[in-house]
Structures are given as structure tokens and as C-alpha cells.
């Protein structure tokens, strides 16, 4: 079994350098742009810790991973192993090709019937220029770590978070033809869209008001917990509540100013973490985020929207699924889309497969957003379940902050 690695992009550049950055890119073509921010972070002396390599983790943010585990008594693991368990990830840093005019795509059908779709996520330019759907191919090779890091940069795009829809693809085009009588829904083509979607949802949607619910089964111990969150994606700020099998609020997260705030209900405690939006984000093509590695390496993964630190894990892992996808879609021949349907008031794909240690997956994908609605994972051998479902959604809805009261509570410091 391919063993996965995480990779997170170290932003190590000052305003000062990003803001000249900002503006020399403004100006020059998109190719000159990208050979002067490497030139900066080289003359910053950031080039070296730009890319770093961790191996397989039970969370990134520690903190979170110790109070789940304290208020739940349930250890929630990482590692997609022999054992069925599944592999939580957290968050990385994009990467895709820049757009090209695609709004006539050659291959769509003049037959295709006119849907609504039942909420499309954005608004639509009139005259929209489209990214190119990148046809998945297997994972490049490299012998090295080195050249593993200079073939993701080699397609790497540096671009502004603020202007991230301008790398879209033509998602209309592609949910029509998924819904239209005779195509074939398990074509390379469709596959790659669903697969697209679910790596760069993130682009698809600036806000997401909803609730949601998961059952966990690992060697014995059930968790049953349940969540609210209200995602402000534009702004990089959030707020998110975890609710246990009693109905009370045992952990809640806070996003905003550059911060993310954990709060344990139960203890009375909180912490505090420094996390600077993003203002810029690193966007490698789909077929370049994830490079196949000789021993001891394995493996090197860029996850575009894993900077983006404004939804606490399993929030961040339903509407941002890019980690889920690599993990269980990345081999095609290991899953199908079974059909269209409606969920919640949304057009979404059912996907079925089995992973690698026999584990069954079921997902259910919002077409239009590329939003995980519904994920089980069950493993007969191990009796290991993993289920969850989003249960009420809105999306691009006017989000109001929610700010972090400390009265009443003691502040702690997370140390290992």
C-alpha cells in the first residue's frame, strides 16, 4: 500500500515582499510573475523551507487533536492502515494551470437538455473565460525528494487568493453533460471532473452556513458527535461548534484576525494559535499535487486549501475534501460515479468504491461546488466505520463573525 505523505507550504515571505510581489505581477505576464517570486523568496533566504515534508499525523493542529481526544475518550487515528483506519488529514496548499478560454468546450453535446442546476454556486460572468479540465493521469515519479519538489514547482502557479475563480473550469458545461441521457458518467472525462471538483472545491464557493453529523467505530469505541459551522471562505474567517450525544457544546473554534481560537467547554480552557491568512496561495495543476517517490521518501503531496485555516478538521474536511480525494479517488480504477440525484436541494454524483485494505467507501459530491455532502467507510474485517453527513446547507450566504469571549476562562499554552 502507497504510504502518503503531507506537504505544508511555509509562507515565510513579509507583507513587504508580498505586496511588491502583488504589484510587479499586476504587471508582467503570468509566466514573469511566477520567475519573480522565486527570485524573492531566494533573495529572502525562504526558498529552502518553502516545501516540507511531514509524515502521517493524527492532526496538524495538536491542540484540537487533544481536546478531541479528552472530551470524546475516543483516539482518532491517522493512518490509512491494514487495519480500515482511515486517514484524517489536514490542510496544504494548491496548485493548478492557468486559465485558458474554454467557455466553447469541443466536446460538449448540442443535444444536452437545459437544467437548473438547483444552486449554482457563484454568479457567472457574461463572457466567462474557463480553466482547461486536466484529463487525470497517474502520479508522476521521482527518484528523489529533490526532484519531486522541482517537478511540482515546474507547474506551480503563485496566485492571489483573492483572484482564485478566475481558475475555474466550466462547471455548468460539465454538470449538464453528467445529467444528459447517453453520456457516460464513468468516462475519463466525467471521472476527472468529480475528481477536480472534490481537490479544488475551494474555488467553487466564497461562504457555507450549514450542520452536520458523524458516527465513528473504532476497535470499539462509538463517537457520535455532531457540529454547526458557518464558513466565511472570502475572508478566511469561521466559527464552528462540536456537540456530544447529550446536546452540550463541548469544543468550539474561532477564526478571524489571524488567530484561531480553540475553546474546551467542558475544562474551561482555551488556546490560542497564530495563523495569517493567506494572501497568496500556491496552485499546482491537479496532475501535479501529488508525486510518487522512490524509498524511503514514498511519496510528496501539495494541498492547495490546506492554508486555509478557517474550518476546524471535519468541517474543513467536508467542504474542502481535497486530502479525502487523494486518499481514496486518486486510483480511478478503484471507484464509479453510480449516478445524479438530489441532495439537500442540490444536484450531487453518488461514488462508490473500495479502498486499498478492502475498506468500502460510498460519497456523495455536490456538482457544482465540489462539497463532500456524505462519506461512510466501513471495513467488515475490522468493524472500523467512519460515516458522515451534512445534514443543512447554505451557500454563499452573508456570514456574520462570531468573536471569542474569554470571561470566565483560563488560557493554556499547548506543549506536547
Known amino acids: 500500500m502507497k504510504k502518503r505523505f503531507d506537504l505544508e507550504i511555509l509562507e515565510n515571505a513579509d507583507m513587504n515582499t508580498i505586496d511588491a510581489l502583488s504589484d510587479k505581477y499586476s504587471a508582467v505576464s503570468e509566466a514573469e510573475a511566477e520567475n519573480i517570486f522565486r527570485r524573492v523568496m531566494q533573495n529572502s533566504g525562504a526558498a529552502d523551507e518553502e516545501l516540507r515534508v511531514q509524515g502521517v499525523e493524527v492532526y496538524h493542529r495538536p491542540v484540537w487533536k487533544k481536546l478531541l481526544a479528552a472530551a470524546s475518550a475516543l483516539v482518532l487515528v491517522t493512518g490509512a492502515t491494514a487495519g480500515g483506519v482511515y486517514l484524517y488529514r489536514n490542510f496544504g496548499a494548491e496548485t493548478a494551470d492557468m486559465p485558458t478560454d474554454n467557455a466553447e468546450e469541443a466536446t460538449a453535446e448540442e443535444h444536452i437538455e437545459e437544467e437548473t442546476p438547483t444552486e449554482v454556486q457563484t454568479e457567472e460572468a457574461t463572457e466567462a473565460v474557463f480553466m482547461e479540465l486536466q484529463l487525470h493521469e497517474a502520479a508522476p515519479y521521482a527518484e528523489s525528494m529533490e526532484e519531486a519538489k522541482a517537478i511540482i514547482e515546474e507547474h506551480t502557479t503563485l496566485i492571489p487568493w483573492a483572484d482564485r ?48 453529523n458523524w458516527y465513528i467505530n ?11 459551522f458557518q464558513i466565511d471562505l472570502q475572508n478566511q474567517e469561521g466559527y464552528s461548534k462540536c456537540i456530544n450525544e447529550d446536546n452540550d457544546v463541548f469544543l468550539e473554534f474561532f477564526a478571524y484576525d489571524d488567530k484561531i481560537i480553540t475553546k474546551e467547554n467542558i475544562s474551561r480552557i482555551y488556546q490560542e494559535e497564530t495563523c495569517s491568512k493567506a494572501e497568496m496561495i500556491r496552485f499546482p495543476e491537479d496532475n501535479y499535487r501529488y508525486i510518487e517517490i522512490a524509498p524511503p521518501d514514498y511519496g510528496l503531496n501539495e494541498c492547495p486549501s490546506c492554508s486555509i485555516n478557517c474550518a476546524w478538521n471535519k468541517v474543513h474536511d467536508q467542504l474542502m475534501p481535497e ?76 456570514v456574520e463573525r462570531v468573536e471569542f469571549d474569554p470571561s470566565g476562562l483560563t488560557k493554556t499554552i499547548y506543549t506536547d
Not at 473504532?218 to 457520535?224: A, I, L, P, Q
Request: aromatic residues 14%.
Open 165 to 212: 475563480h478566475n481558475y475555474r473550469v466550466d462547471v455548468k458545461h460539465y454538470a449538464e453533460l453528467l445529467q444528459c441521457e447517453g453520456y457516460d458518467i464513468n468516462s475519463l472525462e466525467a471521472k476527472s471532473f468529480i475528481y477536480h471538483m472534490l481537490r479544488n472545491s475551494f474555488l467553487y464557493f466564497d461562504s457555507a452556513v450549514g450542520t452536520l
Open 218 to 228: 473504532y476497535e470499539g469505541s462509538n463517537f457520535y458527535p455532531s457540529a454547526e
Open 323 to 398: 486530502e479525502l480525494a487523494l486518499a481514496f479517488l486518486d486510483n480511478f480504477d478503484n471507484w464509479q460515479i453510480n449516478g445524479i440525484s438530489d441532495y439537500l436541494g442540490r444536484t450531487v454524483a453518488e461514488l462508490s468504491g473500495v479502498y486499498d485494505d478492502g475498506s468500502e467507501l460510498k460519497m456523495t459530491v455536490d456538482l457544482y461546488t465540489g462539497i463532500m455532502l456524505e462519506l461512510n467507510i466501513e471495513n467488515s474485517d475490522t468493524g472500523f466505520v467512519d460515516k458522515r453527513e451534512v445534514t443543512s446547507l447554505q451557500i454563499d450566504v452573508p
